[in-house]
């Protein structure tokens, strides 16, 4: 097992650690565009899945400027976090080593979460919630939109 084959997983897991549903839906939007995973997509090829990683991130990007929403490292964000960086990291990993791909994602995304918010707390405090929140979202969008995109193939037609 080398880092660099997990390399994907655990920049995924980054991305989870600030947009806990952002990397299953890159990675649901590569597959609707003809992308293949590395590593197998249990969940993710499943229709009911598909729409609602989609339905999920765009919310999460959505509520994320509300006033009520909810840090990410309470228990619930958390949770979303270890699923979704999970889920995304084995799918990164090379054939064989998906459970290595999920460990190192979920390792990279939950102690990030803290780091993440405390940068997040700061830029509110500058520009406030929703202007902190566009510009969080551009960096973790544009972010999980290379990282699949390097990632996975074209599949063949």
């Given amino acids: 097992m080398k880092l660099p084959a997990l390399l994907p997983s655990l920049l995924i ?7 806990s549903m952002t990397p299953m839906a890159t990675i649901t939007t590569a597959r609707l565009a003809g992308r293949q ?3 197998r997509l249990l969940l993710l090829d499943r229709p009911l899945f598909r729409f609602g990683a989609l339905l999920m991130g765009l919310g999460e990007l959505l509520g994320d400027k509300m006033k009520t929403a909810p840090d990410r490292t309470v228990f619930l964000g958390l949770t979303a976090r270890v699923a979704s960086a999970g889920i995304a990291g084995a799918a990164l990993a090379p054939e064989g ?4 791909g999920a460990a190192v994602a979920v390792a ?3 102690p990030l ?3 993440t918010l405390a940068v997040r707390k700061q830029a509110m405090a500058r520009v406030g919630q929703t202007r902190s929140g566009l510009v969080e979202d ?8 290379a990282i699949v995109a390097l990632t996975m193939r074209a599949t063949r037609g």
């Fill in 138 to 145: 551009a960096l973790v969008v544009a972010a999980a939109t």
């Fill in 97 to 100: 080593q998906a459970r290595a």
């Fill in 37 to 39: 995973a590395p590593g």
């Fill in 113 to 115: 979460a803290y780091a």
């Fill in 13 to 19: 897991g980054a991305v989870a650690s600030s947009r």
């Fill in 108 to 110: 990279t995304a939950v």
